[in-house]
């Protein structure tokens, strides 16, 4: 009897064990679950900001043309980085790679710009340019939100222990959405105040 006791505490330890690892897995699986969710949901609004950038460049480009419409090169250049940049299905990495290429053709837009003093003191481009500014602010504070969330899901994904659920129920990194070019790191500069 006494042996059947200690098989019987055994079992039991082996089962409380058993239901710690099995809560503590529960716990992991949701954790990387939510931080996955978090990533999805900030590039999302990042994404919005996006779009509401590609919105704002048709009526841009069309302002600037009326004051400036031999500057034809600069007009295309601007609507094929805008035509890239909008293309749907591209990942977080490649998706700043084409933002990048965007935002050195409205550089260039913006440089024709102030050679026409009319064109900066137009009231339609002063709003647009303001749009713009504002809308460039909330990608930059997007992308540091977003980039947190991936740094954080990343760590827990590839960390002891929970890389181990990680693992077993393909949780994969996440990409950066970054400036890859140190000009391009740099804001766009969008003032043409003198």
Do not use: C
């Not at 026409?116 to 992308?143: C, H």
């Amino acid at each position: 009897m006494a042996g059947m006791g200690a098989v019987g505490i055994v079992l039991i330890v082996i089962l409380v064990l058993l239901v710690i690892v099995g809560l503590w897995a529960m716990g992991a699986y949701n954790g990387l679950v939510r931080l996955r969710n978090l990533v999805q949901e900030s590039w999302r609004q990042i994404d919005v900001e996006l779009k509401r950038r590609h919105d704002l460049i048709p009526n841009l480009v069309e302002t600037v043309k009326g004051y400036a419409a031999h500057e034809k090169g600069v007009f295309e250049e601007v609507a094929r980085a805008r035509s890239a940049a909008i293309t749907p299905g591209s990942g977080p990495a490649e998706q700043a790679q084409q933002e990048n290429v965007l935002t050195q053709a409205l550089g260039k837009l913006f440089a024709v710009a102030e050679a026409y003093p009319d064109l900066k003191a137009s009231q339609n481009f002063m709003a647009l340019q303001t749009e713009l500014t504002n809308t460039e602010d909330r990608i930059a504070a997007g992308r540091r939100f977003y980039n947190a969330n991936v740094r954080q899901y990343n760590t827990k994904i590839e960390t002891v222990p929970t890389n181990i659920i990680a693992g077993m129920f393909h949780f994969v990194r996440a990409e950066y959405f970054e400036a890859e070019e140190p000009e391009v790191r740099e804001a766009p500069t969008v003032s043409f105040g003198a």
